[in-house]
């Protein structure tokens, strides 16, 4: 079975804060060898005191970003995974010269009708070095496998790119805050990925919590 290769900090260009990958021959088989593949989990979670399951009629997306095609890219990947009520990306309803303006927007998404709203934030992104030793030890397997040069497999080091997202629920009838969590999320291959890994990690925990119905 072929290895399933993944991107790691080497392949991926960083522009205010999110990953894009960056087309090298080089560097895809560096990835090929390492295959350092992507991966989310959740590590932290704060919930309102005695909040309902979500129950919303029309949901807006919003990835806080100065970038606006980054911001477009992720606002879109986050519609994509919401499947049970309408969902828009903020982008298509407030125009990008009025973000900064709150009361404007405020004005622009009541008008709307939009009740919740699903915020994503890129909380850290870091690079973690790992040494990987030589494949012999001290053992006699280990030296005979160092001393068979189709065996050996020498020591290098490999670089993971970690991302910590936070996402926040919020009502937008109430102007409450109800669930927020940070993944962390480890070799994303790019934007659309890396929102799809943590909507999926956001889901299952909503599930869990019986916030959100089983699909």
């Given at each position: 079975m072929?290895r399933?290769?993944?991107l ?6 960083y522009?205010?804060?999110m ?14 060898i390492?295959?350092?593949c ?10 309102a005191p ?7 009629t029309?949901l807006?997306?919003l990835?806080?970003?100065?970038d606006?095609?980054l911001r477009r ?7 994509k995974?919401?499947t ?7 982008h298509r309803?407030?125009a990008?010269?009025?973000?900064d303006?709150?009361?404007k927007v ?7 009708g939009?009740?919740?709203a ?6 850290s992104?870091?690079?973690k070095?790992t040494?990987?030793p030589?494949?012999y ?5 280990g ?5 068979m ?14 991302v910590?997202?936070e996402?926040s629920?919020?009502s937008l009838?109430?102007?409450?805050l109800l ?12 934007v659309?990925?890396?929102?799809e ?7 299952r925990?909503?599930?869990?919590e019986?916030?959100i119905?089983?699909?």
């Open positions: 072929a399933r290769a993944c790691g900090r080497s392949d991926l260009v522009v205010r804060g990953p894009f990958p960056r087309v090298n021959a080089f560097l895809v088989l560096l990835a090929l390492l295959t350092a992507s991966s989310t989990k959740l590590v932290t979670k704060w919930q005695s909040v309902e399951p979500l129950a919303f029309k807006l997306a990835a806080l970003t100065t606006a095609s890219v992720a606002e879109r990947a986050v519609c995974q919401v049970s009520v309408p969902c828009e990306p903020a309803v407030v990008e010269s009025e973000m303006d709150v009361a405020k004005e622009i998404v009541r008008a709307a939009f009740d919740g699903v915020v994503l934030r890129v909380v992104a870091e690079e070095v040494y990987v030589p494949s030890g001290p053992t006699f397997w030296y005979y496998a160092y001393a040069p189709t065996t050996y497999a020498p020591a290098y080091y490999r670089a993971d790119q970690i910590r997202v996402t629920i919020y009838s109430q102007d409450r669930w927020v969590a940070t993944t962390e999320t480890l070799n994303p291959k790019n659309p990925s890396l929102v890994d943590v909507a999926k990690a956001v889901r925990e909503l599930q869990k019986k916030l119905p089983e699909r």
